[in-house]
């Protein structure tokens, strides 16, 4: 069972915790602005001690606010070359799929999942758009090395869907190499996949991100496209 609201709290503190920092370095109160730090890859950062400040950019791959209903937050997901990784912050942004930001944030983890808390002066949008394809993964692939990727699934749904309202929804499938969780989140008040046309035994495609609720790997789609009903 999801509660995000503790997870909420760690990610206020974490954000108000680094803000304060930043806020310190220098003589204005402000946050320390995307482009006054050297830029480094998502792999670099990910690889940087839990409350290390980092720089990065890249291709926007999980739309603001889209897992709000586990994860209490407005965060969405980045994607360059070399990896992925969730950012969270409490404000809403309007950022589309696909759009290049840069953000500065504090390296953290959240329900055990590696995340960039930040807030919405330390997330700037570049010019141009950029365009991620998923990466095709067997369900039993889907762990710590990609975690923070655009991930594409393939298996037989392999139990009745459980109900986790109102965080969201969990789907079980395996193509044989191991069973992965397909977690579906809410979206004002639906769904993002159409969790009607499921059942046991059925073949299905997701689309999403390669994430992490405590010890459990999942992939989290982002909406209705995601879905493909074999």
Request: charge should be negative; hydrophobic fraction near 40%.
């Amino acid at each position: 069972m999801r509660r995000w609201l503790p997870t909420r709290k760690l990610v206020s503190i974490a954000v108000t915790t680094w803000s304060l920092a930043t806020a310190g370095c220098g003589s204005s109160e402000e946050p320390t602005s995307p482009d006054e730090e050297a830029v480094v890859t998502v792999a670099e950062a990910r690889g940087l001690a839990e409350g290390s400040v980092a720089t990065v950019e890249g291709v926007v791959t999980v739309a603001p606010g889209t897992f709000n209903s586990a994860t209490g937050d407005q965060g969405f997901a980045l994607q360059d070359t070399t990896g992925g990784i969730y950012v969270s912050l409490p404000d809403a942004l309007d950022l589309d799929l696909d759009r290049r930001v840069r953000v500065t944030g504090r390296l953290g983890q959240t329900a055990e999942q590696t995340v960039l808390n930040t807030e919405a002066a330390s997330v700037a949008t570049l010019d141009g758009a950029g365009s991620v394809a998923p990466r095709d993964v067997t369900t039993g692939e889907v762990g710590e090395t990609i975690e923070g990727l655009l991930v594409r699934v393939r298996g037989s749904v392999t139990k009745a869907v459980v109900d986790e309202q109102p965080y969201g929804f969990e789907v079980y499938i395996d193509d044989g190499s191991g069973e992965v969780q397909v977690y579906v989140h809410i979206v004002e008040g639906q769904p993002v996949i159409d969790m009607a046309s499921l059942a046991v035994d059925q073949v299905i495609e997701v689309t999403g991100l390669a994430a992490q609720y405590e010890e459990t790997y999942e992939v989290a789609p982002r909406r209705a496209g995601d879905l493909v009903v074999q």
